[in-house]
């Protein structure tokens, strides 16, 4: 049974277990944890993408976004694929161990749910990590493993934003399988992107936490239900003046009306 995070799933509940971003409108703090992490290894302080993991043989690619962040404060905290989650964790040596965790409750699509259960599985109890360059692997004691690939901060001008979930009021859902949206910022103040059917250009105004967003001009094209379902839920966000919080690489948007986004920096292209 999963445990659900006590607090409720609004932007702040979805980001506040990312690590702290470095521009006006990102978030700050270090994370709660039992103790201090001490070890030779460079695993704490740094931004893990989750790239495969392995269960009994079966090795299951990441969705965009799967990341785990290990605070010098003893914990870790990431996101599965779909869900964020947080987790006391110790480390002595090369030896993690990662405590009963918690997460938030977002409806999944089904095949990021299999990679969800899969990874919690792996990421738990005992672990052995090695570090080799950006890569680290997590192996358990029976022999399944997380491949994991270290990435920097992501700016929130000239970042692709892959959209992966849709935030009304106090909840959250991630998008409908076969679905995306994403969305760019550039240096001259525009903003182009997809909405889920049609392609839009506008204008971005970038002012604290805030971001301003002018007329959009779209396409007309017509596309199935779930795509125009999921233009329609954007163009709620992308409406006027939205409030911006940015965590290393993730990025939500929330609207006065309540209607928000969280959206995932694209993954950096393997060597």
Request: hydrophobic share 35%.
């Amino acid at each position: 049974m999963r445990n659900q995070l006590s607090i409720p799933v609004t932007t702040l509940a979805l980001l506040a277990l990312a690590a702290c971003g470095t521009e006006p409108g990102s978030g700050s703090g270090d994370g709660g944890g039992g103790g201090t992490v001490t070890t030779d290894l460079p695993l704490a302080g740094v931004h893990w993408s989750v790239d495969s993991v392995t269960v009994d043989g079966r090795k299951s690619a990441a969705p965009s976004g799967a990341h785990v962040e290990i605070t010098k404060k003893g914990r870790a905290q990431g996101n599965y694929g779909c869900n964020h989650f947080g987790a006391d964790v110790t480390v002595n040596g090369d030896t993690i161990t990662v405590g009963r965790g918690e997460m938030t409750e977002m409806a999944c699509a089904k095949d990021v749910q299999g990679f969800e259960d899969a990874l919690r599985a792996a990421f738990h109890g005992k672990l052995k990590a090695k570090v080799a360059d950006d890569k680290l692997t997590l192996t358990t004691e029976k022999g399944d493993s997380i491949n994991l690939t270290s990435e920097p901060p992501a700016p929130l001008v000239g970042t692709k934003w892959v959209v992966d979930s849709l935030l009304a009021g106090g909840t959250a859902s991630s998008l409908t399988a076969g679905t995306e949206a994403n969305l760019t910022f550039g240096k001259d103040g525009s903003v182009h992107g997809s909405l889920g059917c049609n392609t839009f250009t506008s204008t971005a105004k970038v002012s604290g936490a805030k971001i301003t967003f002018g007329r959009l001009a779209t396409t007309r094209k017509l596309c199935p239900g779930p795509e125009m379902k999921l233009e329609r839920e954007m163009l709620k966000v992308l409406d006027g003046t939205v409030m911006y919080e940015l965590q290393h690489r993730s990025l939500s948007l929330t609207a006065a009306n309540g209607k928000g986004l969280a959206a995932n920096a694209e993954p950096i292209p393997q060597q």
